[in-house]
C-alpha cells in the first residue's frame, strides 16, 4: 500500500478550499500510484473548516476514520507552525483533528504559534500522530529545538520539496538525525499541486486502514521509501504551475 503522509490539497493558504481541485487532485495521486494520503493542510489556512464541511458533504467517513474517495484512502491531518521554528505534521481521528484545530485557534499568527511541547501535550491527550516536517528546512528548521522534545515525535519527514532544493546530500542528514533522535523517517511529497504526486511516497507491505494501524507499522519499520527517479521533475513542474496559477488568481482547475 502507497501513502504519501505530507499533502496540501489547496494551492497555497490564501486559496479557498476548491472540491474541484481536491478531486483533480486524487485522480491525480491514483494515478501516480498512490492509495491513500494523510490531508496536511496548514492549520492557518484561510477557511480550515470548510474543507472538513465539504468533503463530509460528499464523501462517507469511514468508521476506521478516513474518507473514503471512491476506494482512496484520505486521512485527516494537518500542518502546525510551532513557535521557536519547524513545522509538525499531526495526523488522527476527524474529531480529533478538529479539535486540536480548535485548541490552535489563540496561536494562527507568528507572533502567537504554539509552544512545541504544548502542542505534544495536546497530541498525547487526543492521540493524535506526530511527524517532524522538513527538520533541516533552512528557512524554518525544527532542529534548533531539544533532543528531548524531539524523541516525542514519532517520525521525521524526508520531504520531497527539500530534496529537490538541497540535493541527495539531505537523505544522510535526515536519516543521521533520525539515528542520533531514535525515531523512523516517513516520506512526504509536501505537495500543493497534483503533479508533484508520486515523488516521495510510502510502501506499506499491508494495507493501512486506520490511523492506528498507520502508528504501528512505522514504529516497526515496516515500510520503505520510494523516491521516484524523476522527482526532480515532479516537483519542478508542480512548483512552476503553482506560481501560475497562483498569479492567475482563484484555483477551480488544477492544470492550465
Not at 19 to 32: C, G, K, P, R, V
Not at 47 to 63: A, F, G, M, R, S
Not at 92 to 102: A, F, K, N, T, Y
Not at 194 to 213: M, T
Request: hydrophobic content about 35%; overall charge negative.
Amino acid at each position: 500500500m502507497n501513502i504519501d503522509l505530507h499533502c496540501h490539497i489547496k494551492l497555497s493558504k490564501k486559496q479557498n478550499f476548491s472540491l474541484n481541485y481536491f478531486q483533480q487532485s486524487i485522480a491525480e495521486a491514483t494515478d501516480a500510484g498512490l492509495d491513500a494520503i494523510a490531508m496536511t493542510e496548514h492549520f492557518n489556512t484561510n477557511h480550515y473548516y470548510d474543507i472538513y464541511e465539504q468533503l463530509n458533504e460528499h464523501y462517507p467517513y469511514t468508521k476506521q476514520h478516513y474518507y473514503d474517495i471512491n476506494g482512496f484512502k484520505v486521512f485527516p491531518g494537518m500542518e502546525v507552525d510551532v513557535a521557536g521554528g519547524g513545522h509538525i505534521l499531526v495526523i488522527g481521528e476527524r474529531d480529533s483533528i478538529l479539535m486540536l484545530r480548535h485548541m490552535l485557534s489563540p496561536h494562527e499568527e507568528k507572533h502567537s504559534f504554539v509552544d512545541f511541547e504544548q502542542l505534544l501535550d495536546w497530541c498525547d491527550e487526543l492521540s493524535l500522530i506526530r511527524f517532524g516536517a522538513h527538520p533541516f528546512r533552512t528557512s524554518n528548521p525544527l532542529i534548533k529545538h531539544s533532543s528531548e522534545l524531539l524523541q516525542r515525535l514519532h517520525a521525521f519527514d524526508m520531504n520531497g520539496k527539500d530534496l529537490y532544493t538541497y540535493g541527495e546530500a539531505m537523505i544522510e542528514r535526515v536519516e543521521q538525525l533520525s539515528e542520533h533522535i531514535g525515531i523512523p523517517i516517513i516520506a512526504g511529497s509536501d505537495t500543493h499541486h497534483p503533479l508533484q504526486f508520486g515523488a516521495i511516497y510510502n510502501q506499506f507491505p499491508d494495507p493501512i486502514n486506520c490511523p492506528s494501524e498507520l502508528l504501528k507499522a512505522i514504529q516497526q519499520r515496516q515500510h520503505a521509501i520510494h523516491i521516484a527517479a524523476d522527482l526532480t521533475h515532479r516537483v519542478k513542474s508542480a512548483s512552476l504551475v503553482k506560481k501560475l496559477l497562483k498569479e492567475r488568481g482563484p484555483v477551480e482547475s488544477a492544470f492550465l
